[in-house]
Each structure stands twice: as structure tokens, then as C-alpha cells.
């Protein structure tokens, strides 16, 4: 059973940084990619980066580029989500995301990311 397990979230000032976790467990991560979508009051599920388990190929946002950075432990089967210079508008519940291509996604239950102004 694959089960992704989220930290990291918490409260921080505009500026500031912020680094998630996630650890995947159940599956062998081969072709996979890994990520992290957010969802902030009112609006929809956005995603925010992704990094491919085999290659490391990585993906982002344009709202996020030059600020977040994603990356994989492969030993610890485990997604990193480096947030720095924080905005107002990053806050959101940050929700970790395993796309096994051409099957499914499974998700995290979400940390909270508030960045106070």
C-alpha cells in the first residue's frame, strides 16, 4: 500500500524559508515523479514542482522558479521541497504527490505553508 507521510509545514514571515518533506513507502520508485501541488483557500489544486525518480528531471511553476527547489533522496525514498524568499501568495496546504504515469497519483494529506505579510 503506498503511503506518502508530509512535514515540514508551518508558519513563517514573508522572506523567509521553509523546507518539506515527503517520504514515499510501498512502492518501488522507478519512472515515477514525485512532487507538490498546493491548494490555498478558494482556489483550485495548483502544481507547484515535480522531479522525475529516475532521471531527476525537474519541473516548477513560474510563480515559484528561482525561489523553491526540488529534490530526491533515493536511499530514503524521499521528496524535498526547498521553499525560500516567501510570499504572501505561497500560503496554501502544500499536498505531495506520487504520478505513476499512465495509472494514477496518490497524495499526501497536506501540510500547512502560511507566510504572514
Known amino acids: 500500500q503506498v503511503q506518502l507521510v508530509e512535514s515540514g509545514g508551518g508558519l513563517v514571515q514573508t522572506g523567509g524559508s521553509l523546507t518539506l518533506s515527503c517520504a514515499a513507502s510501498?512502492?518501488?520508485?522507478?519512472?515515477?515523479?514525485l512532487g507538490w501541488f498546493r491548494q490555498a483557500p478558494g482556489k483550485e489544486r495548483e502544481v507547484v514542482a515535480a522531479?522525475?525518480?529516475?532521471?531527476?528531471?525537474?519541473y516548477y511553476t513560474d510563480s515559484v522558479k528561482g525561489r523553491f527547489i526540488i529534490s530526491r533522496d533515493n536511499a530514503k525514498n524521499t521528496v524535498y521541497l526547498q521553499m525560500n524568499s516567501l510570499k504572501p501568495e505561497d500560503t496554501a496546504v502544500y499536498y505531495c504527490?506520487?504520478?505513476?504515469?499512465?495509472?494514477?497519483?496518490?497524495w499526501g494529506q497536506g501540510t500547512q505553508v502560511t507566510v504572514s505579510s
Open positions: 510501498g512502492r518501488t520508485l522507478g519512472n515515477d515523479a
Open positions: 522531479i522525475n525518480w529516475s532521471g531527476g528531471n525537474t
Open positions: 504527490d506520487l504520478n505513476i504515469p499512465g495509472l494514477r497519483h496518490y
